[in-house]
C-alpha cells in the first residue's frame, strides 16, 4: 500500500462484500483509506481495497484491532 500523508482519515469498514467495495472509489476521491474486515480474503471487497483483515464480525478482538487502524 503507497504511503499516505500524515493524517489521512482511515475508515474501517465490518464486512468484505459488495457495499465495502463499491465504497473505494468514492473514499479514493475524498482522500480516505479504507480498512475492510472482512470473513474471508477472497471477499468482493479484497480485490479492490488492499487494506484488509480477516475475520469475524461477531469478534470483538477482530473488531477492535480494525478500531485501532481507524480513525473514524
Not at 474501517?12 to 467495495?21: H, N, Y
Request: hydrophobic share 45%; glycine share 10%.
Amino acid at each position: 500500500m503507497p504511503d499516505l500523508p500524515e493524517g489521512t482519515p482511515k475508515v474501517g469498514i465490518i464486512g468484505g462484500g459488495q457495499l465495502a467495495r463499491m465504497s473505494q472509489q468514492p473514499a479514493i476521491a475524498l482522500g480516505v483509506q479504507l480498512h475492510v474486515l472482512a470473513d474471508s480474503e477472497h471477499d468482493s471487497a479484497s480485490q479492490v481495497i488492499p487494506a484488509m483483515s480477516v475475520g469475524a464480525a461477531k469478534d470483538a478482538e477482530a473488531i477492535r484491532a480494525l478500531a485501532d487502524r481507524s480513525t473514524w
